[in-house]
C-alpha cells in the first residue's frame, strides 16, 4: 500500500535508510544536516537499532566502520567540513572493503563557509577525497522522493560491492518540503551474506577486517582488485536521466538541484525555438561520460550548470572531447542557478 | 611428565617481529591465556591499534581488525553496539590512545561502552622510529626531544586513568606493570578483570600495562625491566585506579 507523506529532503534520505534495513546511525550536528540525525535519533530508537550521538564526526565514521565490520547496514550523515574529517575512515572502508552510506547535504566553503547550500563538494566526492586510490558510488538526488530512494538503493549497492556510497545533497534539497510516497509494504532490498564479517572465529578460521598490506606486493594486488570491481561498477552501476537530448542544439547537463531549473530552462528555450535537452548524471561517479558523448554528438552547444566554480565540468569536457561546444554557468558559496540565467547563458553563447 | 607451559590456543604459532625484550610479546600472551581459560576465543573480536602492535592479529588466533590511528575506541564502540554478547577489546600504544585518540577514550569511557582496553604504555613512539609521546617521561631524551622532554615546551606526561575516574560511565581502571613475576601474573588478573567486567555487562574498564621498550629506551631488555620499577612507577603508581564493579 503506499502512502504520501510531506516531509524534507533530510528526513525522506533518513527514512530510506530505515527502510533499506540501517539499523545503526552515528552523527555529529552541522548545519544543513540536522533534521536528518534528529530523525535517525527517533527511528532508530523505534527500530531497536542503534543511534550515537558521536563525539566528533572523525568518531561517528570510525563507529560506521566497526559496527559495518560486525555486519551492520550503517550510515552517517554530515555537510561539507564535517565530510571533510570523515575522509580520513572513507580511505579506510574502500580498503577493508566495507559497506557504508554516507550523506553529504552539501553546504558553501572553503572552510567554515556558510550553511546555504552549494556543489563544492564533486570534487571531494567523486574524484577521491580520502587519500589513496579509492572510488566510492556518488548518487545525487535531485529531489525529496529521490532522497527517499537513492538512500534506500545505496544500502544494496554497498553492500553488494562492499564500498562506501556517498548520498551527495545539498543544503536546499535537504530542508525543503516536497510530497513523498512510500509504499509500505517495502523490505530491505540486496541483503548478502557476510561471511566475513567480524562476528567471532565459531566454526571457521580466525578472520581479519585490515587495509594493511604489508607483503612483497600484496598491497598492489589488493589494488587492482579494488580497481577491478571500480571497473565493474562502472559498467554496471553508471546512471543517469536524459531529457529531450534527441536531435537538440543546446545539452545542459547538471545533477541534483540544479537539474531542476535546468530542465524548466530546457523547456522554455525549446518553446522558444532552441531545442534544449537535459542530462542529468545520477550517479556522478561512476560518471556518464558515455551518455553524454553520444547526447551532445550533433548538439552546438553543450553548457555545464553547477553551483560551483566548475568541478563536473571537468568530466563533461572529458565526455565531449570538443572544447568548442564547452561552456560552463556556475554560482558559489550559496548562489543558486536560476532559469532566467541559464537561459541568459544559452542565449548569449548563441 | 605432565606440560607446564605451552602456547595458548588463541596464539598463532609465529613468531612476532617485536624487538628482544619488549613487552608486547607478554602483554599478547597474557590476554591470548585470559580468553583461553575464559574460552572465550569463538566469541572474541579485537580491535588492533596502528603502531608497533599494528600486526597483532598476525599472532592472535581471533577475529580482529585495524582502526585508524586512536579511533580504535569508535571501532569497537560499532562492533559492540552491534554484536553485544561477543568479547571486544582494544589494544592500544600511548600514541594511539593518549595522544591521536584521547577524544575517542575519553567519550567511550564517558558513554560508559560495554568494552575493555588494554592500553601499553611504554613511553615512546615504537613503531615511527622513538618519538616523544604523551607518557614521556621528564628528561627522556626521544628522536623529538633530543634535548630531553621539558615541561617548559612539551608538557607533562600525561595520565589518562588519573583524567578519567572521575568519569561516571567508566566502572574499572587499573594500572600494572610486567617487569617483574609477580606484576606479570597481577596484569594477568587484571586483564581477566576486566574481561569479566564486560562479560558481565558492568561497563568500561581499561588495564594500562607498563611495558619496556628497549630499543627506543636505548637500553638493554634487563636494564629497561629495572627501569620501569625504579622511574616510570615514580610518575605512573602501579594499582587500582577506579573500581566501581
Ligand atoms: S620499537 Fe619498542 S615497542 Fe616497538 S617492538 Fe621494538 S621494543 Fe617493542
Known sequence: ?350 | MAKRFTRPESMKDKATHYCPGCGHGLAHRLLCEVIDEMGCRETTVAIAPVGCAVLAYDYWDFDTMEAPHGRTPAVATGVKRVLPDRLVFTYQGDGDLAAIGTAEIIHAGNRGENLSVIFVNNGVYGMTGGQMAPTTLLGQRTATSQFTRRSATEGFPLKILEMMKDLKGVSYLERTSVHSPKEVLNTKRAIAKSFKTQLDNKGFSIVEILSPCPTYWGLDPVESMKRIETEVVQEYPIGVIKDSV
Not at chain 1, 525555438?273 to 553520444?294: H, S
Not at chain 1, 554528438?297 to 553547477?306: F, G, H, I, S, Y
Open chain 1, 1 to 350: 500500500m503506499k502512502k504520501k507523506y510531506l516531509s524534507t529532503g533530510n528526513e525522506a534520505c533518513g527514512e530510506g535508510a530505515v527502510r533499506a534495513g540501517c539499523r545503526f546511525y552515528a552523527g555529529y550536528p552541522i548545519t544543513p544536516q540536522n533534521e536528518l540525525i534528529a530523525y535517525m535519533s527517533v527511528r532508530m530508537e523505534e527500530k531497536k537499532g542503534t543511534f550515537i550521538q558521536a563525539e566528533s564526526e572523525l568518531a561517528a565514521i570510525n563507529m560506521l566502520l566497526g559496527a559495518s565490520a560486525a555486519g551492520a547496514r550503517v550510515m552517517t550523515s554530515s555537510s561539507s567540513p564535517g565530510i571533510s574529517l570523515k575522509m580520513e575512515g572513507i580511505s579506510y572502508m574502500a580498503g577493508c572493503e566495507l559497506p557504508a552510506v554516507i550523506v553529504n547535504v552539501m553546504r558553501g566553503g572553503p572552510g567554515l563557509g556558510n550553511i546555504s547550500t552549494a556543489q563544492g563538494d564533486y570534487f571531494q566526492a567523486t574524484k577521491g577525497g580520502g587519500h589513496g586510490d579509492y572510488r566510492m558510488v556518488v548518487l545525487a538526488p535531485a529531489n525529496v522522493q529521490e532522497m527517499f530512494a537513492f538512500t534506500y538503493d545505496a544500502f544494496a549497492l554497498a553492500d553488494r560491492y562492499r564500498t562506501p556510497v556517498m548520498i551527495l545533497s545539498d543544503g536546499m534539497l535537504g530542508q525543503m518540503m516536497e510530497p513523498l510516497e512510500i509504499d509500505e509494504d517495502m523490505k530491505p532490498a540486496g541483503i548478502v551474506k557476510k561471511p566475513w564479517a567480524m562476528t567471532g572465529a565459531k566454526g571457521r578460521d580466525a578472520q581479519r577486517v585490515v587495509s594493511l598490506f604489508l607483503g612483497d606486493g600484496a598491497l598492489e594486488a589488493h589494488n587492482e582488485k579494488l580497481q577491478k570491481k571500480y571497473r565493474e561498477i562502472e559498467v554496471k552501476e553508471t546512471r543517469c536521466e536524459t531529457y529531450n537530448t534527441d536531435g537538440a542544439d543546446v545539452i545542459i547537463v547538471a545533477y541534483g538541484l540544479v537539474s531542476r531549473m535546468a530542465r524548466a530552462a530546457a523547456d522554455r528555450l525549446t518553446a522558444e525555438g532552441i531545442n534544449t535537452g537535459l542530462v542529468r548524471p545520477i550517479t556522478v561517479w561512476p560518471f556518464p561520460y558515455e551518455e553524454i558523448k553520444r547526447a551532445s554528438k550533433d548538439a552546438l552547444q553543450v553548457l555545464t550548470v553547477e553551483m560551483s566554480a566548475g568541478q563536473m565540468l571537468e568530466d563533461v569536457r572529458l565526455a565531449v572531447q570538443d572544447d568548442s561546444k564547452i561552456s560552463f554557468y556556475g554560482r558559489m558559496g550559496g548562489g543558486v542557478p536560476t532559469e532566467e540565467e541559464i537561459i541568459e547563458k544559452v542565449n548569449s553563447e548563441q
